[in-house]
T-cell receptor, first 114, second 115 residues
Framework: DQQVKQNSPSLSVQEGRISILNCDYTNSMFDYFLWYKKYPAEGPTFLISISSIKDKNEDGRFTVFLNKSAKHLSLHIVPSQPGDSAVYFCAASASQGGSEKLVFGKGMKLTVNP | GAVVSQHPSWVICKSGTSVKIECRSLDFQATTMFWYRQFPKQSLMLMATSNEGSKATYEQGVEKDKFLINHASLTLSTLTVTSAHPEDSSFYIC???????????FGEGSWLTVV
């Protein structure tokens, strides 16, 4: 059972436009969500996170929106740049005290065309 | 941001031998470290969770006798692939979480090729 879903495997946008990456989750116990960016043969790089007590978190060009009732979050990148081309992973965790594990989606490949 | 370093980045070993991968948190103390494995075009698969000074907790289906994890200090965890076989060839990634905060930072990953 896939608890974190990124249903679109890829997205292609023009430079300067907005990129919207979606993520759905099924486990209502998840209370912390993160987005990671990954280039081939490298480890994921943390981008932005959001706690379930918020519905929006913004950091520069990156904004994450959380809709708890729909169990849905999205990452907005605006304006998109060619350097943003990478695979983006959505991840979620449930605070149980101690070692919270991240559950990852399958990732979505973003291509930003010049 | 926090830095997690993995070594080696690339390793080739002969079938039947063992190989060790190190994961270090460079500017923070990592009470918990995680080891992942990624197959091509697939998501990260959590292998095990290690807490400093205690035994690692392995995910279902991961052989603990084959993938030995040691977390002897707050800045170092090691993954040893014992008696490696070609099917163990993969991209292994560690991550670490500090004493405070929920964010988990990842190492650069280690490519293991077993020939």
């Amino acid at each position: 059972d896939q608890q974190v879903k990124q249903n679109s495997p890829s997205l292609s946008v023009q430079e300067g436009r907005i990129s919207i990456l979606n993520c759905d989750y099924t486990n209502s116990m998840f209370d912390y969500f993160l987005w990671y960016k990954k280039y081939p043969a490298e480890g994921p790089t943390f981008l932005i996170s959001i706690s379930s007590i918020k519905d929006k978190n913004e950091d520069g060009r990156f904004t994450v929106f959380l809709n708890k009732s729909a169990k849905h979050l999205s990452l907005h990148i605006v304006p998109s740049q060619p350097g943003d081309s990478a695979v983006y992973f959505c991840a979620a965790s449930a605070s149980q005290g101690g070692s919270e594990k991240l559950v990852f989606g399958k990732g979505m490949k973003l291509t930003v065309n010049p | 941001g926090a830095v997690v370093s993995q070594h080696p980045s690339w390793v080739i070993c002969k079938s039947g031998t063992s190989v060790k991968i190190e994961c270090r948190s460079l500017d923070f103390q990592a009470t918990t470290m995680f080891w992942y494995r990624q197959f091509p075009k697939q998501s990260l698969m959590l292998m095990a969770t290690s807490n400093e000074g205690s035994k690692a907790t392995y995910e279902q289906g991961v052989e603990k006798d084959k993938f030995l994890i040691n977390h002897a200090s707050l800045t170092l965890s090691t993954l040893t692939v014992t008696s490696a076989h070609p099917e163990d060839s993969s991209f292994y990634i560690c991550s670490a979480r500090g004493v405070s905060g929920n964010t988990i930072y990842f190492g650069e990953g280690s490519w293991l090729t077993v020939v």
